[in-house]
């Protein structure tokens, strides 16, 4: 059975810090493209950051250019979200997906598995 777990969302200032990670189990996770998207209450989830595979090639929404850096640990099945300078408009839950040996793709539908999502709030 594939299960996707994020974790490290909470509660931050405006201008904090935050990192999520994205574990997986069930599936060669060092063969999957992973994603990271957010949905904010009355809002459609919107596509955040992606890493290939291999690491080679990530992608970003322009909201989080130069804040947000995603990275890979596939030795230990693990894939994170560095947020820095964290603003209220970032408030949301945080879900990571992850497809099989894909391009870096921002569409929702294009990933197979999702975890159940960690909730992030930035205050003002």
């Known amino acids: 059975q594939v299960q996707l777990v994020e974790s490290g969302g909470g509660l931050v200032q405006a201008g904090g810090s935050l990192r999520l990670s994205c574990a997986a189990s069930?599936?060669?996770?060092?063969?999957?493209?992973v994603g990271w998207f957010r949905q904010a209450p009355g809002k459609e989830r919107e596509f955040v950051a992606t890493?290939?595979?291999?690491?080679?090639?990530?992608v970003y929404a322009d909201s989080v250019k130069g804040r947000f850096t995603i990275s890979r640990d596939n030795a230990k099945n693990a894939v994170y979200l560095q947020m820095n300078t964290l603003k209220p408009e970032d408030t949301a839950v945080y879900y990571c997906?992850?497809?099989?040996?894909?391009?870096?793709?921002?569409?929702?539908?294009?990933?197979?598995?999702w975890g159940q999502g960690t909730q992030v709030t930035v205050s003002s």
């Open positions: 997906a992850a497809r099989y040996r894909t391009i870096a793709t921002m569409y929702p539908n294009s990933y197979d598995y």
């Open positions: 069930g599936i060669t996770f060092s063969s999957y493209t």
């Open positions: 890493i290939t595979w291999s690491g080679s090639s990530t």
